[in-house]
């Protein structure tokens, strides 16, 4: 809680409170919610549109009244204990629709891709090309401006709750691509980098692993914090578990805009999967490690994680915190 100078002029206090509470939600939308070209189409069998994207304040305040009022609605009423799994549903909606329109700007990446190989120079062969072209362009500006939504609705969901939103699966990746460019084949190539940067960020790595029941996750954040102060580049690889430590991580890593790398189980490996899982995260040559109290296998990530020289901490379900280093 910030606690305002009282002899200072308090409108002043709360003034430059809020300016610095609203200043990175505000850079963060007007970006997602810039024009990356001129015209858009959302569908090979729709119209061209020539209309300006909404407002990037208009659609930040959208988000906080969208949230904010379904939880003042039934506050104090008897129906305030679904508030949360109402407002879960609001986030998750927009967590769906981004996923969708990734999917739809792949398809259409590919069909540009094609489009490029059976080029022949003629005046069809290039209008095609052109749509197909701002299909993908379209999606993928479409995409960053509801993922950007996603993320400012899982802040507010935070705030009202106390509690990270996290997606169901899959990590939350987003941010704005390339798409300044001229030529086909260029914007496939900035297109497909960046997606390979999204999913394979560079940077020092760090290690996080924990069980799947975990409540405190303050005490996550908290200690992510501390590790993000010391290494600002920071890429977090998890063990991708859709629930407990790891879902705690993914929504830090979001609120934090600090990328994930997500290590799911073989399971054509067995009882082995978890084991192997381990020992890829060790080959990434981590810098740093966070292991919340789980299963063995977190036990077995913090020995090897010692042997290797890596400096480790240990979080455990009492609340004690002791240096596995």
Request: glycine residues 6%.
């Given at each position: 809680?910030?606690?305002?100078?009282?002899?200072?002029?308090l409108l002043a206090d709360i003034a430059a409170?809020?300016?610095?509470?609203?200043?990175?939600?505000?850079?963060?939308?007007?970006?997602?919610?810039?024009?990356?070209?001129?015209?858009?189409?959302?569908?090979?069998?729709?119209?061209?549109?020539?209309?300006?994207?909404?407002?990037?304040?208009?659609?930040?305040?959208?988000?906080?009244?969208?949230?904010?009022?379904?939880?003042?609605?039934?506050?104090?009423?008897?129906?305030?204990?679904?508030?949360?799994?109402?407002?879960?549903?609001?986030?998750?909606?927009?967590?769906?629709?981004?996923?969708?329109?990734?999917?739809?700007?792949?398809?259409?990446?590919?069909?540009?891709?094609?489009?490029?190989?059976?080029?022949?120079?003629?005046?069809?062969?290039?209008?095609?090309?052109?749509?197909?072209?701002?299909?993908?362009?379209?999606?993928?500006?479409?995409?960053?401006?509801?993922?950007?939504?996603?993320?400012?609705?899982?802040?507010?969901?935070?705030?009202?709750?106390?509690?990270?939103?996290?997606?169901?699966?899959?990590?939350?990746?987003?941010?704005?691509?390339?798409?300044?460019?001229?030529?086909?084949?260029?914007y496939l190539a900035a297109r497909r980098q960046?997606?390979?940067?999204?999913?394979?960020?560079?940077?020092?790595?760090?290690?996080?692993?924990?069980?799947?029941?975990?409540?405190?996750?303050?005490?996550?954040?908290?200690?992510?914090?501390?590790?993000?102060?010391?290494?600002?580049?920071?890429?977090?690889?998890?063990?991708?578990?859709?629930?407990?430590?790891?879902?705690?991580?993914?929504?830090?890593?979001?609120?934090?805009?600090?990328?994930?790398?997500?290590?799911?189980?073989?399971?054509?490996?067995?009882?082995?999967?978890?084991?192997?899982?381990?020992?890829?995260?060790?080959?990434?040559?981590?810098?740093?490690?966070?292991?919340?109290?789980?299963?063995?296998?977190?036990?077995?990530?913090?020995?090897?994680?010692?042997?290797?020289?890596?400096?480790?901490?240990?979080?455990?379900l009492a609340g004690q915190r002791r240096a596995?280093?």
């Amino acid at each position: 809680m910030t606690n305002f100078n009282r002899t200072a002029p308090l409108l002043a206090d709360i003034a430059a409170h809020f300016a610095e509470e609203t200043q990175a939600p505000a850079e963060t939308f007007a970006s997602a919610f810039t024009e990356t070209i001129d015209q858009v189409r959302m569908g090979r069998a729709e119209e061209v549109v020539t209309a300006d994207m909404p407002g990037a304040m208009d659609a930040q305040l959208a988000v906080e009244l969208i949230v904010t009022t379904l939880f003042d609605l039934l506050r104090d009423t008897r129906l305030e204990t679904i508030a949360e799994r109402l407002a879960w549903g609001l986030v998750h909606s927009f967590h769906k629709v981004a996923g969708q329109l990734d999917d739809e700007a792949d398809r259409a990446g590919c069909q540009v891709r094609d489009l490029i190989r059976s080029a022949d120079g003629s005046e069809i062969g290039t209008v095609a090309l052109e749509e197909a072209q701002m299909l993908c362009q379209s999606l993928d500006e479409a995409r960053d401006a509801v993922a950007c939504m996603r993320d400012h609705a899982a802040q507010m969901f935070h705030a009202e709750t106390g509690r990270p939103w996290s997606s169901p699966r899959a990590t939350l990746v987003s941010g704005k691509r390339t798409a300044s460019v001229i030529a086909a084949t260029d914007y496939l190539a900035a297109r497909r980098q960046r997606r390979i940067d999204e999913h394979a960020p560079q940077g020092p790595v760090v290690v996080f692993s924990g069980g799947q029941v975990w409540e405190d996750y303050a005490q996550i954040w908290e200690r992510l914090d501390q590790i993000r102060a010391r290494i600002p580049a920071m890429v977090l690889a998890t063990t991708a578990q859709d629930k407990g430590c790891d879902a705690i991580a993914a929504a830090w890593a979001a609120r934090s805009a600090v990328k994930v790398i997500a290590f799911t189980l073989d399971r054509r490996l067995g009882n082995r999967a978890g084991f192997a899982r381990n020992e890829q995260l060790l080959k990434l040559r981590p810098v740093e490690a966070l292991v919340c109290e789980g299963a063995g296998l977190q036990s077995h990530l913090a020995r090897a994680l010692r042997a290797a020289g890596v400096p480790a901490h240990c979080l455990t379900l009492a609340g004690q915190r002791r240096a596995v280093a």
